[in-house]
């Protein structure tokens, strides 16, 4: 074969590497195309160790490709004979952590008696599993809302399953509650930890809770000389009709005549009762002022 001897009397030798076959991101099929389907950068190369005889050698692997794996066979062929080594060189595959953006902070006002839910569109975006290759974009990604700061204002909150790269935060707000509570989004995509992997990211944000002022609240007497529509039943009073009866104005009632005719001005004691700043127990409107 093509075997020399340099003037040091060292044997030179050389070999060809030459790639055959190739699978990528665990497909189950090989493609036979003469390259390592961009695996690596470089294709590797074989240097012989001889002292003097050439009794072995070395490979050199190429730069690999970032977030590629897979598996490559290469033929290394003895220049100028027909001797030749099958090398097989696999890239085994590492997840990599999800990304997404997130808004840092929400403003949204305080919820009433009833409160439902409160969806709030694209409040997680640009969510992806990992880097565009073929074996991350095809995992699933779930996310996660984790209130680490509780306040008291939020009852749930979850987000959608992300579509387009974008997910809805659903939260249930408590009744009448206000304050800012802080939480971190969690996306955990389905790549595993195997070969020290990633498939978790966090970022956190806020949700402030803005407190809305709600109408004092009073009851109305209702006994004769006052009549009430029904409405006044209710607690806000929306609708209440009052309706107070008395007799005519008398001249010169006798000194100590009780009948309501005959007080100027009619005085009503207890006309409203249960007087309060709100008809809920709310801790931001104890100390208000009313009238």
Known sequence: GDVRWGLDGTQKIAWDVTPVRHKLFGTPDWTVDASDGGLFLSAPIASPSCTPVCSGGNVTLGAPR????????????????????????????????????????????????????????GFVFHVQAG????????????????EYTPAGVVQSAS????????????????????????????????????????????????????????????AIDCTPPVSCSPECSDPDLAGCSVRVTVGESCQGCPTGVGAPACKHPLYLAGFAAGTAQSGISKIDEADEAWQ
């Open 131 to 146: 880097p565009a290759v073929p074996d991350e974009a095809a995992q699933n990604v779930t996310l996660t809302a984790v």
């Open 66 to 121: 970032a977030f590629f794996n897979g598996i490559v066979e290469y033929n290394v062929t003895m220049r100028g004979t027909p001797i030749w080594a099958l090398l097989t060189i696999e890239s085994l595959p590492v997840n990599q952590p999800p990304s997404f953006s997130v808004m840092p902070s929400y403003t949204i006002l305080e919820a009433n008696a009833s409160a439902s839910p409160m969806r709030i569109p």
């Open 159 to 218: 987000f959608s399953v992300p579509l387009a790269g974008n997910a809805t935060l659903e939260v249930i707000l408590a009744p009448f509650r206000n304050a800012r509570s802080f939480f971190y989004v969690e996306a955990r995509d389905s790549g595993g930890v195997v070969n020290f992997g990633a498939d978790s990211a966090r970022a956190n944000f806020s949700l402030g809770v803005t407190p809305v002022n709600r109408q004092p609240a009073f």
